[in-house]
């Protein structure tokens, strides 16, 4: 990878080098991009092939800064502004670097130019709960799908799924519907952070072969 924030052609290397990005340059997401990273995001399989899914594209600043306003608020709660603090000073070191993405995004989420977010609109396979594991089948391909087409093009995402609790925010600005469920909501933007390899498990360690407690050598 020759320039760390550029984006690539190259599917092996969006799919090694996608990571969270929770910062954003000051700078403005062209319509085309956003269209063709959402158009990906309806490639994805969906129960049945019935695509329950609506998108809603938020950039007005008012908006974005409400539901920032609404998320901020969620952390003046002292217990859990405590535990979040509290890792962040002496959790395992993979904790306090969570801990402090999520902060740091809680607390500027209005910095990303564009936020996504995907709904569950329609549904009816492989089922009519919304609510379920199984629903989740029909939406989030379709967001990593979305997530791998905005690293390809140079754009950093990161998933989230605090949707509820700025359920009412998001539809009283957006008109979301009360038969649309909000999946997750995707910031986006012009990385102010490197993409590059992410510290995964290694596959040996998460993969059985016949049974599940039966490893292979790899080659």
Do not use: H
């Not at 969906?46 to 600043?61: E, T």
């Not at 952390?75 to 969570?98: C, F, T, V, W, Y």
């Not at 936020?115 to 609510?131: F, H, K, M, N, R």
């Not at 990161?158 to 539809?171: E, H, K, S």
């Amino acid at each position: 990878m020759t320039d760390a924030r550029s984006g690539t052609n190259d599917l092996w290397e969006a799919i090694y080098t996608q990571r969270a990005i929770r910062r954003w340059r000051d700078e403005p997401v062209p319509d085309a991009l956003i269209w063709k990273v959402i158009e990906a995001g309806t490639k994805a399989p969906s129960g049945s092939n019935l695509q329950p899914w609506r998108f809603v594209v938020i950039r007005d600043a008012e908006t974005r800064e409400a539901i920032a306003a609404e998320l901020r608020q969620g952390l003046e709660n002292p217990g859990l502004r405590q535990m979040i603090d509290n890792a962040i000073k002496s959790g395992p070191r993979g904790e306090r670097l969570m801990m402090a993405g999520a902060k740091g995004l809680f607390e500027n989420l209005a910095s990303a130019p564009v936020l996504i977010v995907p709904c569950l609109y329609g549904l009816q396979s492989p089922t009519q709960d919304p609510a379920t594991l199984l629903a989740g089948s029909s939406i989030y391909q379709a967001v990593q799908n979305m997530m791998l087409a905005a690293r390809g093009l140079g754009l950093g995402t990161v998933m989230t799924t605090f949707q509820g609790a700025v359920d009412g925010v998001l539809r009283e600005r957006c008109g979301i519907p009360a038969e649309a469920t909000p999946a997750a909501i995707i910031p986006m933007g012009f990385p102010d952070a490197n993409f590059g390899p992410t510290n995964r498990k290694p596959v040996e360690d998460v993969t059985g072969w016949e049974r599940w407690d039966a490893t292979r050598a790899r080659d």
